[in-house]
């Protein structure tokens, strides 16, 4: 029964394609081929579509620069004040209502807390960002960190889909996402913080 129905959901899906391809008169045009490189096309700009909702973190690589802009005072200041300000308006936007919804029920639940962990995560990821930017800034940078700066703000900015990325590639689950996840954000500080000690000023 499940295969009689499977074969009357798969006419319904793409019979009209055929119908339509054969009573149109393109078949006619041997125009099967355009056919086939217009769905190529489509498969390419969603991969491009796909790509672009990755690059959603460079516009917050952006929105973090503006911030740390209008910070004032010393340059470790201003990188704590951005990324602690950016994180919790991520944290109160995206994680507070499910939290609160979610984490008050009768029943325990073990994806509220990794919600929480998630949230840790991200502080130590836009430190880390906010860190690289203010160091992209600077006109004292030497020349031999440029590149691995220039490195390391691309990971920020792809961080979210690499770590997607692999996390579906080898097959995690959501804890093994969050480790790797932590693992990426703990990369990104400790580049961060490698660069980032030749440029302050002595304590």
Known sequence: MTLFHFGNCFALA???????YKCSGLSEYSAFWRCVQAGA?????QLGKEFLRATVDVADLGGLQLALGRGGGRGELR??????GWASAELLTSRCVPLWVGAR???FDWRHLQMGLDSNISLVRHVAAAALLWASGRHDLPPRLRLPLGGLLAAAAYEGFLTGWAGQALGLGPWGALGLRALGA???GLGALRLLVPLLPPP
């Open 186 to 188: 703990a990369a990104l």
């Open 14 to 20: 793409y019979f009209p394609y055929f119908i339509t």
């Open 41 to 45: 096309t489509y498969v390419l700009v």
């Open 79 to 84: 990188i704590l004040v951005a990324a602690l």
């Open 105 to 107: 029920g009768v029943e």
